[in-house]
């Protein structure tokens, strides 16, 4: 199938404070393929978090999805009702949290996280009462195996703070694949983490993903994350997409004076000796924005025409970027 | 260099923008307004009430509230079994109602802000001594604890405020001790300490000005528990003695006419709960506005 | 640099013991003590910058504060420029906060939420009566302000008005302006964004150089630390496991810990996955630490003496010492991912 799994065209999501509209996702564009890794990357306030809380259908109030499409596996799911939309979440698509702390519920055990969102959305299991407890039991034990909880059987009947950091997040994952979801949304699955732990968290996401043919949405502020573990990645800069292609691409070859600030802002390791540029200037306000390039105020290439509104156009064949140096017509 | 985006230019304060999330609340505004108006009532007492409270008058005596048959407009409502006009009685009650709250929860508040922050601040034996004494007094019922210290001190305006005070002081002093233990872990006293400010600075400038707003908010809701129990005392004769009015007294004495004539009780009474609720709301509203665990 | 350095701390160790009920202590329940920092011995010199790296629970953020004496070291000894931190009396240490100071993580606990800009980076003059008048103080405040890139007019302003990066300049502001020599720097960029991450990491830069600073800077961040320090020590479970210069410790890692942080780190440059050291586990409890080397219940090169016997610090090159038994062997564990 090409059909892309989940296609979001022209997202906006805005949130009504008492100082005006804050525009946190302002027109983006995303597709996530089948099978694929896509890492989303961005600073905070840069609306990728809020961008994947609105395809899940969890935005909160003060905040709503002021327009656009959301299509998954065919559906559209914007036109669902609130119900749909639930046995979507969690079966369909899953989501895992970054504070593994406050997102599991301290107050039930692991086991009986991992049998709610079975018992919620599996129609597989057996009716009968006692075949359909051992064989949820033996689903949540075979989740916790998946993602490398020894002496799963045990550690079912523990409570969230019996675990390290590293075991939490597992156990995230462990309760968002439980349903086989076709994609898993994972927001910032290791910035909490130790690098020693978050390597083993990402190549268990890695591995997980090729054992059960999903896609995955990793979000994250982590270049380096994405440089390993992603097939695309998407960059964003205050509510708006500025490029997008293959890492290798977008990395090799960073068409956005954003990406390239960002790559150049980095200390690492290989390059040691040089010198880091940091990008001068702050994240612009989201309320009020006036209608140009939304990273003109910190740009050190920025032109008279940038001060008009800037469209994506291709760099190379699947790379794009917001910037009007890109591509054949720049000026 | 960077240079910060530009904000407004204006400091803002947090308490200020707490007292404009209050200023959002109507209802809670409008508490607020009639605590103020028995406030000033209180203050004003002699400019306000038509008679003077004291003044007996037999031909009056038991008088039915102004609309009713037998009563009279300029003794609005109605007169005790003295003759007193009940309405003056209870523009002047305020002031006891209002004074001995207010001077109660200011000694107990100031007290208890002081031990809470040393027991929480310095901990080791203070702690120790300070939260015992704690538990103990929290042990006693607050109003056969209060009558207690009345039997043995006797009635009186400053003895009523200490016997309450006694015990009152350990409320505010757990809250300040819950804080302090919260705020010093916070890297900000760690800061002060590593510039080598002293203990008091840090308990006094760092962390007391960080728990002032739950510290206030207690202080209100714990007025009205105080005007209650001064009405409570009162009532028993062991608050204000006679003829000063008090709220708590009157109630008491139109007791034994309750049938025949209901207004002497039930004015001082509705007095009583008007002001209660008028600050309990008030206070639900400035803890709604001052802790952001309430905010939405 | 020949001259004698500007700290040198010897021994250093911080426990805290946990607390037992009466019950407990009469039933004989044993204490139970935390050994976050262990028998530390390190020294830094004037000027330079010395990179304290490892990962959360470690005891790097507690051996900067002991080293300042916000927490009362256990044992051991804490000289600077001479003098025994360890052993001063109360005014004294305050005296020598003046000297020593401290850079904090989170841009928002550091400050206090209801003190304006202008009284938080002007307490140190006040505290230690380095203004003669307020006019001076504001004046000094506002001088200080500038320097680490905000403005002036920003003075009265509360830190719930500014971003992260602006408030982590502002807890820069206070530190510096007493004027110190030394300054903890306890991960000061860990809780900012990239872009900002990297304007902080210059400005640290451009204020040592500009007052003559030294810093003890401490970051679970290898790349962070591979840039910024001139030494490195490698901390694991309260103890150094190894130190040295940076380009000897980054680019020839002995101690298999350091190697297995540095093949942990995702590379931009590695464009795909690359081979990596895997670590089992978790880190262990500092409650109940491993026998022997403390890094045996992890390490892939662990062999019998590893779990009896603590490895001693044996010198590996100029400057560059590391505590591991399989030293003379000359292992790497990252030979393999970088043929």
Known sequence: MNAPLLSVKDLRTVFDTRAGRVYAVDGVNVEVRRGECLGVVGESGSGKSVTFSSVMGLVRSPGRIDGGEITFDGRDLRSLSPQAMRAVRGRDIAMTMQDSLTALNPALTVGEQIGEVLEAHDETLPRARGARQRAIRDRSVEMLLLVGIPSAESRLRQYPHEFSGGMRQRIMIAIALACRPKLLIADEPTTALDVTIQAQVLELITDIRAKLGMSVVLITHDLGVVAEHCDRVMVMYAGQVVEEGPTRDVIGNPAHPYTKGLLGSIPRLSLRGQPIRPIEGQVPDLINLPPQCRFYSRCTVRKEVCKSLISMREAAPGHQARCVRVGKDSQ | ?296 | MTDAPLLQVTGLTKHYSGRRSLGQRLSGVPQTVVRAVNDVTLSVRRGEILGLIGESGCGKSTLGRAILRLHEPTAGKVVFDGTDVTALGADDLKKMRRRMQIIFQDPYASLNPRRTVAEIVGLPLKLHGLAASDEEVRAKTAAMIEKVGLKANQLDRYPHQFSGGQRQRIGIARALISNPEFIVCDEPVSALDVSIQAQIIELLQELKTEFGLTYLFISHDISVIGYLSDRVAVMYLGEIVEMGPVDSVLSRPRHPYTQSLMSAVPEIDTVGRKSRVRLKGDLPSPLNPPSGCKFHTRCPLAIDACRSKAPLTETVGDGHVAACHRLAENLSLLESTEA
């Open chain 2, 1 to 296: 260099m960077t240079l910060a985006a530009d904000m407004p230019a204006r400091a803002d304060s947090i308490f200020r923008q707490n007292l404009r999330n209050f200023g959002h609340n109507r209802l809670a505004v409008g508490s607020a307004a009639v605590v103020v108006l028995f406030v000033l009532m209180a203050i004003f007492a002699p400019l306000v009430a038509p008679h003077d409270p004291n003044e007996t008058d037999l031909f009056r005596r038991l008088q039915p509230p102004g609309w009713a048959d037998g009563g009279e407009w300029g003794y609005l409502l109605g007169c005790d079994a003295l003759g007193r006009d009940i309405f003056s009685r209870i523009i002047y009650g305020t002031r006891i109602s209002i004074f001995i709250g207010a001077a109660v929860i200011l000694v107990a508040t100031t007290i208890g802000i002081l031990a809470g922050l040393a027991s929480g601040y310095l901990r080791g034996w203070v702690d120790i001594v300070i939260s015992r004494l704690v538990d103990i007094l929290l042990g006693f019922p607050y109003l056969i604890f209060a009558i207690g210290l009345m039997a043995m001190m006797g009635p009186g305006l400053v003895n009523i405020i200490l016997a309450l005070a006694y015990k009152e002081w350990v409320i505010p002093c757990r809250v300040v001790r819950g804080e302090t233990l919260v705020t010093r872990e916070l890297e900000y006293v760690e800061a002060a300490r590593a510039l080598g400010a002293s203990r008091g600075h840090i308990m006094m400038r760092e962390i007391l000005p960080n728990i002032l707003s739950p510290v206030i908010v207690v202080a209100t809701i714990r007025m009205a528990h105080v005007i209650i129990l001064e009405a409570s005392l009162s009532f028993l004769g062991l608050g204000v003695q006679p003829p000063t009015a008090s709220w708590g007294s009157m109630v008491a004495d139109g007791r034994a006419f309750i049938l025949e004539a209901w207004w002497v009780s039930t004015f001082p009474g509705l007095a009583i709960l008007l002001l209660v609720l008028a600050i309990n709301v008030a206070s639900q509203g400035l803890r709604d506005a001052f802790d952001p665990r309430f905010h939405e």
